[in-house]
Protein backbone atom coordinates (compact mmCIF):
# COMPACT_ATOMS: atom_id res chain seq x y z
CA UNK A 1 0.00 0.00 0.00
CA UNK A 2 1.56 3.41 -1.27
CA UNK A 3 2.61 6.17 1.58
CA UNK A 4 0.45 8.78 0.03
CA UNK A 5 -2.67 9.04 -1.67
CA UNK A 6 -2.21 11.90 -4.76
CA UNK A 7 -2.97 14.92 -3.39
CA UNK A 8 -5.03 16.81 -6.24
CA UNK A 9 -7.17 13.94 -6.49
CA UNK A 10 -8.61 13.25 -2.92
CA UNK A 11 -10.74 10.06 -2.65
CA UNK A 12 -14.46 9.84 -2.70
CA UNK A 13 -16.57 7.93 -0.40
CA UNK A 14 -18.53 6.30 -3.47
CA UNK A 15 -15.44 4.72 -4.08
CA UNK A 16 -14.55 2.92 -1.01
CA UNK A 17 -16.56 -0.25 0.67
CA UNK A 18 -17.77 1.84 3.80
CA UNK A 19 -19.89 -1.26 5.48
CA UNK A 20 -18.92 -4.72 6.88
CA UNK A 21 -21.71 -6.42 4.63
CA UNK A 22 -21.17 -10.33 5.15
CA UNK A 23 -18.02 -9.21 7.36
CA UNK A 24 -20.42 -8.19 10.05
CA UNK A 25 -22.29 -11.55 10.85
CA UNK A 26 -18.78 -13.65 10.86
CA UNK A 27 -17.21 -11.03 13.36
CA UNK A 28 -20.14 -11.34 15.48
CA UNK A 29 -20.31 -15.14 15.42
CA UNK A 30 -16.59 -15.59 15.97
CA UNK A 31 -16.70 -12.71 19.00
CA UNK A 32 -19.24 -14.52 20.38
CA UNK A 33 -17.93 -18.13 20.32
CA UNK A 34 -14.35 -16.58 21.56
CA UNK A 35 -16.30 -14.83 24.49
CA UNK A 36 -18.40 -17.67 25.45
CA UNK A 37 -15.09 -20.46 25.08
CA UNK A 38 -13.04 -17.85 27.29
CA UNK A 39 -14.88 -17.10 30.17
CA UNK A 40 -16.12 -20.86 30.22
CA UNK A 41 -12.40 -21.75 30.37
CA UNK A 42 -11.58 -19.18 32.63
CA UNK A 43 -14.69 -19.93 35.36
CA UNK A 44 -13.32 -23.84 35.05
CA UNK A 45 -9.73 -22.85 35.74
CA UNK A 46 -10.81 -20.45 38.49
CA UNK A 47 -12.92 -23.59 40.03
CA UNK A 48 -9.90 -25.53 39.95
CA UNK A 49 -7.55 -23.14 41.44
CA UNK A 50 -9.83 -23.81 44.99
CA UNK A 51 -9.33 -20.22 46.27
CA UNK A 52 -12.69 -19.47 46.21
CA UNK A 53 -12.87 -18.05 42.70
CA UNK A 54 -10.58 -15.04 44.10
CA UNK A 55 -8.08 -15.34 41.17
CA UNK A 56 -11.02 -15.69 38.49
CA UNK A 57 -12.41 -12.66 40.06
CA UNK A 58 -9.48 -10.35 40.45
CA UNK A 59 -8.34 -11.47 37.11
CA UNK A 60 -11.97 -11.07 35.39
CA UNK A 61 -12.00 -7.45 36.96
CA UNK A 62 -8.47 -6.42 35.11
CA UNK A 63 -9.70 -7.27 31.88
CA UNK A 64 -13.40 -5.62 32.23
CA UNK A 65 -11.14 -2.30 33.74
CA UNK A 66 -9.33 -2.32 30.35
CA UNK A 67 -12.16 -2.84 27.95
CA UNK A 68 -14.38 -0.18 30.07
CA UNK A 69 -11.21 2.12 29.43
CA UNK A 70 -11.64 2.03 25.98
CA UNK A 71 -14.79 2.73 25.60
CA UNK A 72 -14.61 5.74 27.89
CA UNK A 73 -11.90 6.85 26.00
CA UNK A 74 -13.60 6.57 23.03
CA UNK A 75 -16.24 8.38 24.08
CA UNK A 76 -13.92 11.37 25.11
CA UNK A 77 -12.20 11.48 21.67
CA UNK A 78 -15.96 11.74 20.18
CA UNK A 79 -16.91 14.48 22.23
CA UNK A 80 -13.31 16.65 21.64
CA UNK A 81 -13.98 16.11 17.76
CA UNK A 82 -17.30 17.85 17.94
CA UNK A 83 -16.03 20.52 20.35
CA UNK A 84 -13.16 21.56 18.89
CA UNK A 85 -15.14 21.16 15.21
CA UNK A 86 -12.34 18.91 14.04
CA UNK A 87 -12.55 17.76 10.52
CA UNK A 88 -9.44 15.79 10.05
CA UNK A 89 -11.14 12.76 12.10
CA UNK A 90 -14.37 12.65 10.50
CA UNK A 91 -14.12 9.20 8.33
CA UNK A 92 -12.48 7.63 11.22
CA UNK A 93 -15.12 9.01 13.68
CA UNK A 94 -18.36 6.19 13.45
CA UNK A 95 -15.33 3.82 14.45
CA UNK A 96 -15.12 5.79 17.88
CA UNK A 97 -18.70 6.05 18.28
CA UNK A 98 -19.23 2.23 17.89
CA UNK A 99 -16.51 1.91 20.54
CA UNK A 100 -18.48 4.17 22.99
CA UNK A 101 -21.49 2.65 22.06
CA UNK A 102 -20.59 -0.39 23.08
CA UNK A 103 -20.52 0.83 27.02
CA UNK A 104 -23.91 -0.85 27.57
CA UNK A 105 -22.47 -3.86 26.95
CA UNK A 106 -20.07 -3.28 29.45
CA UNK A 107 -22.65 -2.76 31.68
CA UNK A 108 -24.10 -5.95 31.20
CA UNK A 109 -20.12 -7.15 31.88
CA UNK A 110 -20.00 -5.41 34.98
CA UNK A 111 -22.59 -7.73 36.74
CA UNK A 112 -19.64 -10.62 37.17
CA UNK A 113 -17.98 -7.63 39.11
CA UNK A 114 -20.62 -6.36 41.34
CA UNK A 115 -21.78 -10.65 42.11
CA UNK A 116 -18.41 -10.61 43.08
CA UNK A 117 -17.35 -8.03 45.36
CA UNK A 118 -16.43 -9.59 48.59
CA UNK A 119 -13.91 -11.87 46.62
CA UNK A 120 -12.25 -8.51 45.84
CA UNK A 121 -12.79 -5.54 47.53
CA UNK A 122 -12.13 -5.80 51.92
CA UNK A 123 -15.05 -3.35 52.41
CA UNK A 124 -17.58 -5.69 50.51
CA UNK A 125 -16.86 -8.68 53.10
CA UNK A 126 -17.42 -9.08 56.44
CA UNK A 127 -17.04 -6.40 59.15
CA UNK A 128 -13.98 -6.60 61.04
CA UNK A 129 -12.55 -4.10 63.51
CA UNK A 130 -11.01 -0.48 61.61
CA UNK A 131 -8.83 2.35 62.63
CA UNK A 132 -10.84 5.23 62.82
CA UNK A 133 -9.63 7.22 59.91
CA UNK A 134 -10.76 4.31 58.12
CA UNK A 135 -14.27 3.64 59.22
CA UNK A 136 -15.61 6.40 58.26
CA UNK A 137 -15.05 5.28 54.22
CA UNK A 138 -17.63 2.61 55.13
CA UNK A 139 -20.19 5.13 54.70
CA UNK A 140 -19.22 6.01 50.86
CA UNK A 141 -17.73 1.93 50.24
CA UNK A 142 -20.81 -0.10 50.78
CA UNK A 143 -22.40 -2.76 48.39
CA UNK A 144 -25.66 -0.99 48.33
CA UNK A 145 -24.58 2.41 47.92
CA UNK A 146 -21.65 0.96 45.18
CA UNK A 147 -24.16 -0.53 42.97
CA UNK A 148 -26.45 2.35 42.62
CA UNK A 149 -23.25 4.14 41.69
CA UNK A 150 -22.62 1.90 39.37
CA UNK A 151 -25.88 1.84 37.99
CA UNK A 152 -25.47 6.14 37.61
CA UNK A 153 -22.29 5.78 35.84
CA UNK A 154 -23.69 3.26 32.62
CA UNK A 155 -26.80 5.00 32.64
CA UNK A 156 -25.11 8.89 32.25
CA UNK A 157 -21.66 7.04 30.18
CA UNK A 158 -24.48 5.11 27.66
CA UNK A 159 -26.89 7.65 27.01
CA UNK A 160 -24.40 10.92 26.07
CA UNK A 161 -22.97 7.85 23.86
CA UNK A 162 -25.89 6.76 22.35
CA UNK A 163 -27.20 10.34 21.85
CA UNK A 164 -24.04 11.25 19.71
CA UNK A 165 -24.58 7.76 17.81
CA UNK A 166 -28.03 8.35 16.87
CA UNK A 167 -27.19 11.70 15.80
CA UNK A 168 -24.42 10.62 13.97
CA UNK A 169 -26.24 8.28 12.26
CA UNK A 170 -29.36 10.13 11.71
CA UNK A 171 -26.83 12.67 9.99
CA UNK A 172 -26.26 10.23 7.29
CA UNK A 173 -29.61 10.35 5.77
CA UNK A 174 -30.50 13.70 6.41
CA UNK A 175 -27.30 15.60 5.53
CA UNK A 176 -28.61 17.94 8.13
CA UNK A 177 -26.02 20.61 9.00
CA UNK A 178 -28.18 21.77 12.17
CA UNK A 179 -27.33 17.87 13.72
CA UNK A 180 -23.38 18.73 13.67
CA UNK A 181 -24.46 21.64 15.93
CA UNK A 182 -26.28 19.85 18.52
CA UNK A 183 -23.65 17.78 18.78
CA UNK A 184 -21.11 20.26 19.48
CA UNK A 185 -23.51 21.80 22.65
CA UNK A 186 -23.93 18.97 23.64
CA UNK A 187 -20.22 17.39 23.93
CA UNK A 188 -19.12 21.12 26.38
CA UNK A 189 -21.84 19.43 28.68
CA UNK A 190 -20.70 15.89 28.06
CA UNK A 191 -17.27 16.26 28.77
CA UNK A 192 -17.59 18.01 32.49
CA UNK A 193 -19.81 15.07 33.27
CA UNK A 194 -17.23 12.51 31.54
CA UNK A 195 -14.30 13.97 33.91
CA UNK A 196 -16.20 13.96 37.10
CA UNK A 197 -18.04 10.25 36.59
CA UNK A 198 -14.69 8.67 35.64
CA UNK A 199 -12.95 10.27 38.38
CA UNK A 200 -15.44 8.64 40.48
CA UNK A 201 -15.38 5.34 39.02
CA UNK A 202 -11.89 5.05 39.33
CA UNK A 203 -11.78 5.52 42.81
CA UNK A 204 -14.50 2.95 43.07
CA UNK A 205 -13.10 0.22 40.86
CA UNK A 206 -9.59 0.24 41.40
CA UNK A 207 -8.17 2.75 44.05
CA UNK A 208 -11.15 1.44 46.82
CA UNK A 209 -9.08 -2.55 46.60
CA UNK A 210 -6.70 -0.81 49.31
CA UNK A 211 -9.01 0.78 51.60
CA UNK A 212 -6.49 2.33 53.41
CA UNK A 213 -4.90 4.68 49.90
CA UNK A 214 -5.71 7.16 48.25
CA UNK A 215 -4.44 9.37 45.70
CA UNK A 216 -6.13 12.40 44.11
CA UNK A 217 -4.59 12.21 40.68
CA UNK A 218 -5.63 8.37 40.41
CA UNK A 219 -8.79 9.04 38.28
CA UNK A 220 -6.57 10.88 35.40
CA UNK A 221 -4.00 8.38 36.02
CA UNK A 222 -7.16 5.91 34.74
CA UNK A 223 -8.07 7.97 32.17
CA UNK A 224 -4.99 8.69 30.67
CA UNK A 225 -3.95 4.98 30.64
CA UNK A 226 -7.51 4.38 28.91
CA UNK A 227 -7.13 7.21 25.94
CA UNK A 228 -3.63 5.98 24.93
CA UNK A 229 -5.44 2.65 25.02
CA UNK A 230 -8.10 3.85 22.69
CA UNK A 231 -5.87 5.36 20.18
CA UNK A 232 -3.88 2.11 19.71
CA UNK A 233 -7.02 0.19 19.61
CA UNK A 234 -8.36 2.72 16.61
CA UNK A 235 -5.55 2.34 14.70
CA UNK A 236 -5.80 -1.52 14.93
CA UNK A 237 -9.06 -1.82 13.92
CA UNK A 238 -8.47 0.62 10.83
CA UNK A 239 -5.95 -1.52 9.55
CA UNK A 240 -8.21 -4.52 10.38
CA UNK A 241 -10.91 -2.97 8.30
CA UNK A 242 -8.76 -1.59 5.53
CA UNK A 243 -7.09 -5.42 4.98
CA UNK A 244 -10.20 -6.48 4.70
CA UNK A 245 -11.35 -4.40 2.11
CA UNK A 246 -13.03 -1.92 4.18
CA UNK A 247 -12.11 1.89 4.17
CA UNK A 248 -9.11 1.87 1.98
CA UNK A 249 -9.18 5.05 0.43
CA UNK A 250 -11.02 7.46 2.43
CA UNK A 251 -8.41 6.53 5.72
CA UNK A 252 -5.27 7.51 4.45
CA UNK A 253 -1.82 7.79 5.39
CA UNK A 254 -2.71 11.31 7.30
CA UNK A 255 -4.61 9.98 9.17
CA UNK A 256 -2.65 7.47 10.25
CA UNK A 257 -0.23 9.73 11.01
CA UNK A 258 -2.42 11.87 13.09
CA UNK A 259 -3.06 8.36 14.78
CA UNK A 260 0.69 8.63 15.66
CA UNK A 261 1.03 11.56 16.90
CA UNK A 262 -1.97 11.54 19.08
CA UNK A 263 -0.51 8.02 20.64
CA UNK A 264 3.04 9.65 20.94
CA UNK A 265 1.66 12.20 22.67
CA UNK A 266 -0.73 10.23 25.22
CA UNK A 267 2.20 8.03 25.96
CA UNK A 268 4.13 10.97 27.23
CA UNK A 269 0.71 12.30 29.31
CA UNK A 270 0.66 8.62 30.65
CA UNK A 271 4.07 8.87 31.92
CA UNK A 272 3.57 12.46 33.18
CA UNK A 273 0.76 11.60 35.44
CA UNK A 274 2.67 8.33 36.76
CA UNK A 275 5.45 10.16 37.55
CA UNK A 276 3.67 12.77 39.67
CA UNK A 277 1.64 10.15 41.22
CA UNK A 278 4.86 8.53 42.18
CA UNK A 279 7.04 11.78 42.94
CA UNK A 280 4.15 13.23 45.39
CA UNK A 281 3.69 10.02 47.29
CA UNK A 282 7.22 9.51 47.65
CA UNK A 283 8.26 12.89 48.60
CA UNK A 284 5.49 13.31 51.35
CA UNK A 285 6.19 9.83 53.10
CA UNK A 286 2.39 9.53 54.19
CA UNK A 287 2.38 5.55 55.24
CA UNK A 288 -1.55 5.57 54.04
CA UNK A 289 0.35 6.76 50.25
CA UNK A 290 3.47 4.97 50.57
CA UNK A 291 1.77 1.17 51.54
CA UNK A 292 0.41 0.85 47.75
CA UNK A 293 3.55 2.10 45.86
CA UNK A 294 5.68 -0.05 48.58
CA UNK A 295 3.68 -3.59 47.84
CA UNK A 296 3.79 -2.69 44.13
CA UNK A 297 8.16 -2.97 44.59
CA UNK A 298 8.29 -5.82 46.31
CA UNK A 299 8.42 -9.95 45.42
CA UNK A 300 8.41 -9.69 41.94
CA UNK A 301 5.98 -6.91 41.43
CA UNK A 302 9.21 -4.08 40.85
CA UNK A 303 9.89 -6.38 37.55
CA UNK A 304 6.38 -5.49 36.60
CA UNK A 305 7.05 -1.69 37.43
CA UNK A 306 10.09 -1.82 35.34
CA UNK A 307 8.41 -3.35 32.37
CA UNK A 308 5.74 -0.41 32.31
CA UNK A 309 8.52 2.28 32.74
CA UNK A 310 10.60 0.88 29.78
CA UNK A 311 7.78 -0.50 27.68
CA UNK A 312 4.60 1.85 28.44
CA UNK A 313 6.71 4.79 28.39
CA UNK A 314 10.17 4.82 27.48
CA UNK A 315 10.37 2.57 24.51
CA UNK A 316 7.22 3.63 22.64
CA UNK A 317 7.95 6.83 23.28
CA UNK A 318 11.45 6.82 21.34
CA UNK A 319 9.86 4.35 18.73
CA UNK A 320 7.14 6.91 17.61
CA UNK A 321 8.95 9.79 18.03
CA UNK A 322 9.98 9.78 13.93
CA UNK A 323 7.58 11.38 11.21
CA UNK A 324 8.60 7.40 9.59
CA UNK A 325 7.43 5.49 12.59
CA UNK A 326 3.81 7.79 12.45
CA UNK A 327 3.39 7.18 8.32
CA UNK A 328 4.17 3.65 7.93
CA UNK A 329 1.16 1.46 8.69
CA UNK A 330 2.90 -1.80 9.10
CA UNK A 331 5.38 0.13 11.88
CA UNK A 332 2.44 1.62 13.58
CA UNK A 333 0.37 -1.02 13.56
CA UNK A 334 3.29 -2.92 15.81
CA UNK A 335 3.52 0.12 18.15
CA UNK A 336 -0.28 -0.11 18.76
CA UNK A 337 0.21 -3.54 19.54
CA UNK A 338 2.86 -2.65 21.83
CA UNK A 339 0.68 -0.04 23.91
CA UNK A 340 -2.36 -2.09 23.84
CA UNK A 341 -0.60 -4.66 25.26
CA UNK A 342 1.12 -2.41 27.76
CA UNK A 343 -2.04 -0.38 28.97
CA UNK A 344 -3.38 -4.55 30.47
CA UNK A 345 -0.19 -4.55 31.98
CA UNK A 346 -0.47 -1.50 33.81
CA UNK A 347 -3.89 -2.24 35.00
CA UNK A 348 -2.52 -5.83 35.91
CA UNK A 349 0.26 -4.14 38.14
CA UNK A 350 -2.90 -1.48 39.72
CA UNK A 351 -5.25 -4.87 40.55
CA UNK A 352 -3.29 -8.33 40.86
CA UNK A 353 -1.05 -7.21 43.70
CA UNK A 354 -4.07 -7.00 45.88
CA UNK A 355 -4.57 -10.25 45.39
CA UNK A 356 -1.27 -11.69 45.29
CA UNK A 357 1.14 -9.32 47.35
CA UNK A 358 4.01 -12.04 47.24
CA UNK A 359 4.48 -12.64 43.48
CA UNK A 360 3.21 -12.91 39.88
CA UNK A 361 0.03 -15.11 39.81
CA UNK A 362 -0.38 -14.92 35.89
CA UNK A 363 -1.93 -17.75 34.23
CA UNK A 364 -3.90 -18.98 31.73
CA UNK A 365 -6.83 -18.10 33.64
CA UNK A 366 -5.93 -14.15 33.16
CA UNK A 367 -5.60 -14.74 29.31
CA UNK A 368 -9.02 -16.37 29.12
CA UNK A 369 -10.70 -13.30 30.85
CA UNK A 370 -8.96 -11.42 28.45
CA UNK A 371 -10.22 -12.65 25.34
CA UNK A 372 -13.51 -13.81 26.86
CA UNK A 373 -14.34 -10.38 27.52
CA UNK A 374 -12.60 -8.97 24.38
CA UNK A 375 -14.71 -11.60 22.19
CA UNK A 376 -17.90 -10.45 23.77
CA UNK A 377 -16.58 -6.78 23.29
CA UNK A 378 -15.94 -7.27 19.60
CA UNK A 379 -19.26 -9.29 19.36
CA UNK A 380 -21.22 -5.89 20.26
CA UNK A 381 -19.15 -3.64 17.99
CA UNK A 382 -20.12 -5.82 14.94
CA UNK A 383 -23.72 -5.99 16.10
CA UNK A 384 -23.54 -1.87 16.62
CA UNK A 385 -22.39 -1.81 12.91
CA UNK A 386 -24.42 -4.01 11.63
CA UNK A 387 -25.38 -2.32 7.65
CA UNK A 388 -24.11 1.11 8.72
CA UNK A 389 -21.82 2.77 7.02
CA UNK A 390 -18.62 2.78 8.75
CA UNK A 391 -18.12 6.40 7.71
CA UNK A 392 -20.16 9.65 8.87
CA UNK A 393 -21.47 9.98 5.35
CA UNK A 394 -24.09 13.11 6.07
CA UNK A 395 -21.32 15.21 8.14
CA UNK A 396 -20.99 18.46 6.28
CA UNK A 397 -16.43 18.86 7.77
CA UNK A 398 -16.65 14.84 5.46
CA UNK A 399 -14.79 16.47 2.38
CA UNK A 400 -11.86 18.64 4.39
CA UNK A 401 -11.26 15.16 6.39
CA UNK A 402 -11.12 13.15 3.06
CA UNK A 403 -8.51 15.83 1.27
CA UNK A 404 -6.88 16.07 4.87
CA UNK A 405 -3.26 16.78 4.38
CA UNK A 406 -0.26 16.98 7.22
CA UNK A 407 1.19 19.97 7.57
Known amino acids: ?20 EALGPRVFAGGLVLGGLGLG ?35 CFVAIQHLTRASWSVVVRRLAELLAANLPLLGLLFLPVFLNLARVYAWAGPRTALEPHLEFKLAYLNPTFFGLRWLAYFV ?40 VTVTLASFDLL ?30 LTLALQRG ?38 YSNIPEETVWLRQRQEHGWAAVALVLLFGHFLVPFLGLMSRYAKRHRGLLGLWAVWIFAMHW ?3 YWVVMPEYS ?17 GGLYLAGLARLAGSRSLVPSGDPRLADALRFENA
Open 1 to 20: MQETLPHHHPPRLAEDRTTL
Open 41 to 75: LALVLGLQARDGLRHFSFSYLVSFAFWLSLSLGAL
Open 156 to 195: IWSGMALWLWRRSLGQDSSHDPQATIRMENFSGPTLVIFA
Open 207 to 236: MSLDLAWYSTIFGVYFFAGGFVGFFALLTI
Open 245 to 282: GRLARVVTIEHYHDYGKLMFAFVFFWAYIAFSQYLLIW
Open 345 to 347: CDL
Open 357 to 373: PGGLPFAWLDLCCFLGI
